[in-house]
């Protein structure tokens, strides 16, 4: 079966790292170095290029790397589900805890202030999800939401605010950095929604567990599917998604039920994280 041929699928739908990958949930784009990067189940951290190549950076001792940051430094954060660490890797591959244990860090997200905000998967179906921020010194607050998330998943830091997604929910939300009530995005009924990027028209690009899907939400509340894989041979299982190449045109997938990443060429570019874009701009 093409992915150019099939109309559920975007054109020039490509596999990187093909059967090398051990089921990543989630990819980052390192613009300095210039490479993704992913998590896998037994604790590799993956450097992949836009050719396919694949480096195995490090293995962290009894991990499953969920969600990943990448620091002005080089430095990557990583989610770890399996021990309940949040793990900070430095660009040699050595990896040391940041903060405290938490139950369940599903996704990692920098401000540009260095505050580390971690999102908290809750029991699934529990509705008792949340949010914790990490100061530079590792101390860890929770964020005081009104009410918890419904399995916090994907995580962006916006100026004052965060957007996250609740994948029991399902739902994309929208919260004050200091807590508080949380603004319902877009409902997304029939879907798990996982992953997150931002796009430089304000687009909000979301990867969907099931069915096999993803979307773009429009500035105007227009949502529209961008891939729909009915049978996941060629996104099984979408959890994570970014922007990367030299232009941020190309989007990266992290299939949890592959063995590779998924990469399209994107319509519009992508935009970075805040704490990498602040970098850019020299802030």
Known sequence: MSAALDPGLPAGLRALGDGCLDHCENVAWDPAAGHALAGGEAGQLYRIGLDGSVDEACRVPGAFLLGLAVDRDGAVIACDVRQGLVHRIDPSGAAAPLGPPLASPNYPALAADGTLYVSLEGRHRGGDGGIVAIDPSGRATPVPL???????NALLVEGDHLVVVESDGPRVSRVARDGGERETLVELPGTVPDGLARDAEGGLWISCYQPNRILRLAPDGALV????????WHLPMPTGLCFGGPDLRTLLVACLGGWSLAAFDSPVAGRLPERLAGAEEGT
């Open 146 to 152: 009104a009410r918890p998330l419904d399995f916090g």
């Open 225 to 232: 599917t961008i891939a729909d894989d009915i049978l996941g």
